[in-house]
């Protein structure tokens, strides 16, 4: 059954008339009834409606704080995360690097193991030595497989890296292991989805690991805990012939 709902708000010289059409167990004895996720979306989605007045906007803001201390209240569980960062996008590696930054910041040990990329001595690496003591960064590449143009090398390279990944995955002293550009090694044929699940199914309980790159396998994306696609929309490169440049591309 619904209920019609006539709505006036009036601006100066201007009164808009809206119909909304809203169903009973949205009402307000049957929301705390609904899924936390559902009813947070749902509210965000109404505040942003020009045609609340300040005192509905206050309820439904205040109702929705409501909600976010119940969503807060039922995350009890701690865990190591397996994160997935994948897509055409630009940005996989940069959100990676943020995460890295944080543990950091909290004083963790991390390890970095570049696949595919060290051809090049990267930026990152440079800016990242001021934390020697809390960082290993190893870019165990040779750089883009057109420029290589050698497969069974870059196979080997890349079970090297692996095997260094390994390492650091398996080591509880690491509470974050960021092996980047992976995703592309497993699309190659470089590595095997089995034995990289394999190898995660190694790591502490506590501690997380990141895996980037373009083309993630199904497998992993379905082992995963959180899952990241950086979707490509605009890049100048692409659009503009802009060439890449210092502290946006390396």
Known sequence: MMEKHLLFLVHPGICLYIVAFKKKLMNTNNLTQLNPDIEAK????????????????????????????QRLARATQEKGLVIVHTGNGKGKTTA??????????????????????????????????????????????????????????????????????????????????????????????YLRVEEVLAGLQQKPAENHVILTGRGAPAALIEHADLVTEMTLIKHPFREQGVKAQPGIEF
């Open 42 to 69: 749902s509210l965000m989605e109404e505040v942003s409606s020009t045609c609340l007045s300040n005192e509905q906007y206050r309820q439904k803001m205040q109702r929705r704080k409501q909600v976010q201390e």
């Open 96 to 189: 990676a690097l943020g995460m890295v930054l944080r543990s950091l910041g909290h004083g963790y040990k991390v390890a970095i193991v570049q696949f595919i990329k060290g051809a090049w001595e990267p930026s990152e690496k440079r800016v990242f030595s001021l934390w020697s003591e809390q960082l290993q960064f190893h870019a165990l590449g040779e750089g883009f497989t057109w420029e290589t143009q050698n497969r069974a090398r870059d196979m080997e390279k890349a079970q090297a890296a692996w095997q260094k990944g390994l390492e650091f995955l398996r080591n509880p002293d690491y509470k974050l292991v960021l092996l980047d550009e992976i995703n592309v090694a497993m699309k190659l044929g």
